[in-house]
């Protein structure tokens, strides 16, 4: 359902639809996506975030409209691109975003949360992707990027779930960059280490200090110059480390 938090826009360089886009990560890379001259497509499930991002944007003169979306509800996802299309224009990009986490061992953890955190994190991803995919053929091509993590290389006690689900999206994200290359759509994954990002709000961030950790700033920049990088280049998978080393 899209939000009636603005008008309808044209696009400039193209739509790129955003998840996860109520803050953090999301929000930073609107804003770097709008500066760079791109329309966003704000999805996200907090109405409250959703006006914050599209404010955002729309303070430094960039373009985008808010649609409020569960990606876990997987039969509205075609009428949403659908509708983000018909309202904004040509669609060029896609971020897959949107992620959650829960903190417990394996040994313990109940099945639905665990299938909760694969839901989000990687379920909604290809349903997602395979409503968008159409549209950048379309196109004549696109740009893909998978926000995973580095719980993707890596594993963490405690994190079993969040890890079986990044680790799922790397390679969800290679098959769809070798099936998809002959269309010109091209596919990143990118692995963050640890983010400054209200997620740590909720969990317990075992005593790393979050001033040593990633901004969504920079996350936001790597997307941008994947979106930029020449047609006939492709960065196909990205670790980007706290150099201070938080995890």
């Keep these: ?12 360089l193209g739509v790129v639809v955003l998840t996860g886009a ?6 930073a890379t609107a804003v770097a996506l709008a500066r760079a001259g791109f329309t966003l497509a704000l999805v996200g499930r907090a109405p409250s975030g959703l006006a914050q991002t599209l404010g955002a944007v729309q303070a430094i003169g960039g373009k985008a409209e808010a649609f409020e979306q569960d990606v876990t509800d997987y039969p509205e996802l075609e009428g949403l691109v659908h509708s983000i299309a018909t309202r904004l224009g040509t669609v060029v990009g896609l971020v897959n975003n949107a992620g959650f986490a829960m903190v417990s061992p394996l040994e313990q953890m109940p099945l639905a949360d665990f299938e909760r955190v694969l839901a989000v994190n990687l379920t909604a991803v290809l349903a997602l992707t ?4 159409p549209y950048l053929r379309a196109h004549g091509g696109g740009v ?3 926000m995973a993590s580095i719980a993707g290389v890596r594993t963490f006690p405690q994190w079993g779930a969040y890890c079986a689900s990044k680790f799922g999206l790397v390679a969800l994200s290679r098959t769809l960059a070798q099936e998809l290359r002959l269309d010109g759509i091209r596919v990143t ?3 963050p280490g640890a983010v400054d990002t209200p997620l740590w709000n909720d969990l317990d ?3 790393y200090d979050r001033s040593r950790m990633l901004s969504p700033e920079t996350v936001a920049q790597l997307v941008v110059q994947i979106f930029t990088l020449p ?7 990205a670790i980007l480390m706290p150099a201070g080393g938080a995890l």
């Excluded at 899209?2 to 008008?7: D, E, I, T, V």
């Excluded at 395979?130 to 995919?133: K, S």
């Design 205 to 207: 961030p075992a005593g």
């Design 1 to 12: 359902m899209a939000l009636k938090l603005g008008g309808r826009v044209t696009d400039s």
């Design 231 to 237: 047609a006939q280049a492709v960065l196909e998978e």
């Design 22 to 27: 109520s803050g953090g990560i999301g929000r």
């Design 189 to 191: 994954t990118l692995c």
């Design 130 to 133: 395979q409503q968008v995919i």
């Design 144 to 146: 893909i990027v998978n």
